[in-house]
Nanobody, 126 residues
Framework: QVQLVESGGRLVQAGGSLSITCAASGRDFTHHAKAWFRQPPGKEREFVASITWSSNNRWYADSVKGRFTISRDNAKNTMYLQMNDLKPEDTAVYYC???????????????????WGQGTQVTVSS
C-alpha cells in the first residue's frame, strides 16, 4: 500500500528553525514531482513548496521564499522541508503531496498532486 508519512512537526519559538520529513513507501517516486502544502487552523489549505523529480527546479509560496528550502533524496524515497526564521503565521498542519501519475513537472497547482499524507503539526509561538 502506498503511504506518505510526515514527521518532525513540533512547537517552536518564533525565529527558530525546524525540518520536517515526508517518507514514502509502497512505490518508488523517483520520477514524480512532490510538494508541501499547509493548512492553518480555520483556513484553507495552501501551497508551500514544490520540487521536480531531479531537483532541478523548485517553487515557493511568496510567504516562505527565502526562509524555507524544499529538498528530496530519491534513494530514500523521502522529501524534506527546512524551515528557518519561523513566524507565528507558519503555524499549520503541513502535508506532503506527490504526483502519483508522474505526469507533471511540478509546480504550485494543487490538482497536480493526488497522493497525500496525514500531516504533521507545526506550531510557532511568539
Amino acid at each position: 500500500q502506498v503511504q506518505l508519512v510526515e514527521s518532525g512537526g513540533r512547537l517552536v519559538q518564533a525565529g527558530g528553525s525546524l525540518s520536517i520529513t515526508c517518507a514514502a513507501s509502497g512505490r518508488d517516486f523517483t520520477h514524480h514531482a512532490k510538494a508541501w502544502f499547509r493548512q492553518p487552523p480555520g483556513k484553507e489549505r495552501e501551497f508551500v513548496a514544490s520540487i521536480t523529480w531531479s531537483s532541478n527546479n523548485r517553487w515557493y509560496a511568496d510567504s516562505v521564499k527565502g526562509r524555507f528550502t524544499i529538498s528530496r533524496d530519491n534513494a530514500k524515497n523521502t522529501m524534506y522541508l527546512q524551515m528557518n526564521d519561523l513566524k507565528p503565521e507558519d503555524t499549520a498542519v503541513y502535508y506532503c503531496a506527490v504526483d502519483g501519475s508522474g505526469s507533471y513537472y511540478g509546480g504550485p497547482q494543487e490538482n497536480i498532486y493526488d497522493l497525500w499524507g496525514q500531516g504533521t503539526q507545526v506550531t510557532v509561538s511568539s
